[in-house]
DNA sequence: TGTACATCAGTGAACGCGCGTTCACTGATGTAC
DNA sequence: TGTACATCAGTGAACGCGCGTTCACTGATGTAC
């Protein structure tokens, strides 16, 4: 399936200028990345990443225009890096427990959050004040909604899926347009309980995260897999 | 029900001194907010928020000694008020029309967030690098929440709730201790799927703030309050 | 009611710090002929 | 292959800004007798 691809596909890189280049690059992102953990995105400074570099301020401007596209990479970054393990952890299961697949792309993405806690904050929590996302983290951001959106298309050309609901006429318009960009096969209905299963996904992992079933939940991580079995099982998988 | 309480509860003012400390409190909160709006979390700074009072700096140490001090106040603040709009919301509703109370509130809530973009994140965002809250936004964390649960005791005591499902033995005990804390009446799994509800509530209005629908969803007060009955029906409400 | 003292709010200066970004520059690397 | 020129990476100084917090202080308000 899709790797992380290191932006717009670059021919492999020429000159020995252009090899330094492209490897700084990364050296400067995964100091930033150091850094957004300790500081979050709001803290994050270019001065202090070059300072972690041995660089003076000013040369990270030949990398990064400006401390936005920095964090844009990162959010670009981010996305395609979450992706990943949600694909990695889906991978595995088999292709015909369509439940399972549900439930290892939840789990793939819960363990990269536990693992990049401010690159999740980063993505998924509030929007960085005073930052506007650029249309380049439009893609990666849609790769995990995709690859669930893949997994309930296979489960209902495999006859799952429950019986259809009504949708208001409006959610049912709004839906109806997505599906004609990326499920022509399935329901308008089961395609909402899916964006909602999304939803879901998402939101249990950021109750987890930021502290709001603390004293509640102890054990997150069976009380993940159980809600996801519930979204599962919701849509019929 | 609960109205909001400007801290422990103090005797009313007998000073003048005290009676304008009260007000400038109240100010500097107010003032606090609005830079909130413009700036997020991160950016709150305490000196912007004596200019705009025309103040000098160092006097609203007077009033809190320190800016984390501020912004715990805004934060108890503000899960006041997202409590006050769910109670309104939910108190005009026909009391046995438990899944239009539980969807009422909800959209208490949502209103609130939207009129409130940035104190909502500042409570259901990410976390604020660097700072632990304090034990005293725990209880008016808990207000929704437990509005919530008090909706669901009352759909199951007039007989509604649908059946039991099993529970994992870890995700059965956690939510043993919780349902003796605060609803002795309702099954673990009713209370189990009551959870979830609310992490759905929080996690739908999340996704819409902070641009994870944007495309796919349009009209998004529709698409709430589907997804809130969505979840009463699930309850069985 | 009047006086003496204690409390408190607000001032203004200062400490020490970090930030993003620009600019003229040097010296090394790459390219065209 | 060798030379002349263009491109690029990195330097160091500077601009102009804002921040949280402390401290000694003045003058007004409140309290006890």
Do not use: C
């Not at 899926?161 to 959610?171: E, F, I, K, S, Y």
């Amino acid at each position: 399936m899709t790797t992380a691809d290191p932006g717009p596909a670059q021919p492999a890189p020429r000159t020995a200028r252009a090899r330094v280049r492209l490897e700084l690059t990364r050296e400067i992102k995964d100091a930033a990345r150091r850094h957004l953990a300790e500081t979050g995105s709001a803290g994050l400074s270019l001065r202090a990443v070059a300072r972690d570099l041995g660089m003076v301020s000013s040369a990270v401007y030949r990398y990064f225009p400006s401390r936005d596209d920095l964090l844009t990479a990162l959010i670009v970054d981010a996305y395609s890096a979450v992706a990943e393990a949600a694909v990695a952890a889906e991978a595995v299961i088999d292709r015909g427990d369509f439940a399972g697949r549900w439930v290892a792309t939840g789990q793939g993405v819960r363990q990269w959050a536990l693992a990049n806690l401010q690159e999740y904050a980063l993505i998924f929590g509030s929007p960085v004040p005073g930052y506007r996302a650029p249309a380049d983290t439009i893609d990666p951001a849609a790769r995990v909604p995709l690859l669930l959106m893949s997994i309930v298309v296979d489960a209902v050309s495999a006859g799952r899926g429950g019986p259809d609901r009504d949708l208001p006429p409006a959610v049912f318009s709004d839906l109806a347009a997505l599906r004609a960009q990326v499920a022509p096969s399935l329901s308008e209905s089961i395609l909402a309980r899916a964006v909602m299963g999304w939803t879901q996904l998402i939101g249990s992992i950021s109750f987890e995260l930021f502290g709001h079933l603390h004293n509640v939940i102890h054990d997150y991580a069976t009380y993940f897999d159980f809600h996801m079995r519930e979204v599962a099982r919701d849509l019929g998988l």
